[in-house]
Each structure stands twice: as C-alpha cells, then as structure tokens.
C-alpha cells in the first residue's frame, strides 16, 4: 500500500542553522510527491512538488529531490529563518486513475521551530 | 489568489448531534476533498468527489459521514450523530483539472464534540 515516514519533531534550531527533515515513502506505482506547511493558526499550503525520478521541487528556500532508489523525499534548507517556523507534512499522491487521483497519503509532520 | 474557504472555524457540539462542515472550493475546481487531522494524527483522507458522486472513501467515512454539493459552489460534510472520537481539525480542499495532482486546501474546521 501507500505510506509516508516522516521524521518525528519536534525540531528546534536558531536562525541561520540548516534544515533537514527526512521523508521516506511505500507505493504500489510511480506517485508524486509534496511538502506541505501549517503555519500557526493557517491551513495546509503546498510548498513545493515533485512529480517523478529525481526531479527537485524547491520554494522559498526549501528544496527536495525525488529519490526512487532510497524511496526518499527529505526537505532541506540552507539558512532557516524565524518565520518558517511551522508544522511541515510530507505526503504522496496516489498515481490512480480518473477521479481517484489526487488522494493525498501524509506523514505525521514535523514541527519546526526556529529562533532568533 | 484564490482560495478555499471554510466554515465554521471551529464548532463545538454536544455528542449525538449533527453536524455540517460547510467550504467554497476554488471556482474552475472540480474534484473535492474532505481531510481531517485528531490532534497529533496524520491527516487522514476521509472522501473524494467528483461530478456529483463521491469517488472514493475512507474506511473512516462511514455512515454518519455523507457529502453534498448542494447549489454548485458550496461542498458539505455532514456528520450525522457525532461521537467524541469525531473531534478533529476537518480539511476541506479541492483540484482543478488543470492543476495536475495538485490539492488546494482550505484553513480548516476545528471540531470539539463535548
């Protein structure tokens, strides 16, 4: 079946610092894959996308490479900042057919809190 | 931008009373979701919908669950007896043909159910 590994939070770093949250992923076909990010009293936002084989999705800084032979989708970013602060969910998309597709599959996310 | 929209913002209600979750998915969308997270959870995809019929469900969705487009803008969830086990953050969202794979969600309805 589909599932999503994502690294367990909370994660606490000082501004500048670098950012790794690794995601895993099982799926049955070729999926595409997300980070997505709650700010604090906001709903889910997509941050960036990757759709097959080592494509890398990046936005605002953060970055993520599809890895098919680890099965991986870790968000990294080089220099975090207060205001990313935040709860990040890795997710899947299930590659079905018609209007199936679009089934998100999540992690547990990763809260992020970054200081000054 | 646009944007999905959700209400209430949070509603709390008493066990055993119905409930309608009400959102405005993107205007050109055409398929439509209802997510919900328990606090500390994954978030869970309960249902999918599309031309007037639900796509697919979750084992989550059962009966007390059902989903409704009444008048071609608003998508509604309804819970029909809640229980407490029902009190949860409920994610509508919705895609646009033309997004890809791509799902738009709304901010969120916090649900308590006392």
């Known amino acids: 079946g589909n599932s999503v590994t994502q690294m367990e939070g909370p994660v606490t770093l000082s501004e500048e610092a670098f950012l790794t949250i690794n995601c895993t992923y099982t799926a049955t076909g070729y999926p595409s894959l997300f980070w997505y990010v709650q700010y604090p009293g906001e709903g889910l936002q997509l941050l960036l996308k990757?759709?097959?084989?080592?494509d890398k999705g990046s936005n605002k800084g953060f970055e993520a490479t599809y890895r098919k032979e680890t099965t991986s989708f870790h968000l990294e970013k080089g220099s975090v900042q207060v205001s990313d602060s935040a709860v990040y969910f890795c997710?899947?998309?299930?590659?079905?057919?018609?209007?199936?597709?679009?089934?998100?599959?999540f992690g547990r996310g990763t809260q992020l809190t970054v200081w000054p | 931008e646009p944007e999905v929209t959700q209400t209430p913002s949070h509603q709390v209600t008493q066990m055993g009373q119905e409930v309608i979750l009400r959102c405005v998915p993107i205007?050109?969308?055409?398929?439509f979701y209802w997510y919900r997270q328990i606090l500390g959870q994954k978030v869970e995809f309960l249902v999918s919908?599309?031309?007037?019929?639900?796509?697919?469900k979750s084992e989550i969705f059962d009966d007390q669950f059902s989903v409704e487009r009444p008048d071609g803008s608003n998508f509604t969830l309804k819970i029909r007896s809640t229980k407490l086990e029902d009190s949860a953050m409920y994610f509508c969202?919705?895609?646009?043909?033309?997004?890809?794979?791509?799902?738009?969600f709304g901010e969120g309805s916090w649900l308590t159910v006392v």
């Open positions: 997710a899947l998309s299930d590659p079905g057919r018609g209007s199936t597709l679009g089934r998100l599959y």
């Open positions: 919908f599309y031309n007037n019929e639900i796509s697919e």
């Open positions: 990757a759709t097959k084989a080592d």
């Open positions: 205007s050109n969308h055409l398929y």
């Open positions: 969202a919705s895609r646009s043909p033309d997004s890809g794979n791509t799902i738009y």
